[in-house]
């Protein structure tokens, strides 16, 4: 077994406050999955053994906050974000595909392989979130949503810090023309993160329209990771990857984040 492998952006990890962040963009590598998921799957909806995602996801967990609880959704590829409590545990789980909280010492997680996972944090007013946001979630906007649940709980647009992490990358990333349409419908501007390839086909930047989303939103402070989930098999878990192997299931990655009180804060 690895060590779990854990990618931080760094306008999340200094931030000068009264809480301090941590988080994690956490990748196969580590955990007690074997065969087809070996690495730190923690895909409940995955066939590993359950007892085997259970471990890993403490494991993940641990390496963020030890001993904090981590609170996650059923993702839908949905636009639905929800305030972290004792609903978001584990094993009852509401359907959405993002999650905030202003509690400390509690963490957010969320699922994805190939998908865009964003982190959040207002360090200043003691605000976090976590959104999954495959094209139609970010089609449809999971990121503003997420931003809004955070405003409802004290957090400011100016003082927000977002991540976004490993993903599949636009060289990877394949779609078709009913695919380019339906963002070209949305905005005509959207053609920016297109790139012609085989004839009907584009290539897709995904990270790039999230960022850009973010933008819009009048977020300042966004860091992109750059990691492609499809073509690093060893590092990463990808739903596209396993479809084009014809493999039977596919393992999930974790990203998460939490806050402590600073203590060295004054």
Known sequence: MHAITKYQAENLSKQDSPYAIHHGFLGRKGGVSTGLYHGLNVGLGSDDDRGTIIANRKMAADSIIADAVLHSVHQIHSNIAVIADDTTLSDNRPQADALVTNQPNILLGILTADCVPIL?????????????????GAITGVSDSTIEKMERLGAKRDTISCAIGPCIAQKSYEVDAAFFERFMDDDSANEHFFKAGKTGHYQF?????????????????????????????????????????????????????GMTHNQVAS
């Open 120 to 136: 959040f944090a207002d360090a200043s007013a003691g605000v976090i979130g976590a959104a999954h946001a495959g094209w139609k």
């Open 205 to 257: 930047d995904i990270e790039a329209y999230v960022a850009s989303r973010l933008a819009k939103a009048g977020i300042t402070n966004i860091a992109c990771l750059g990691q492609d989930t499809y073509s690093q098999e060893d590092t990463f878990y990808s739903y596209r990857r396993s479809c084009h192997k014809g493999e039977e299931g596919y393992g999930r990655q974790i990203s998460i984040i």
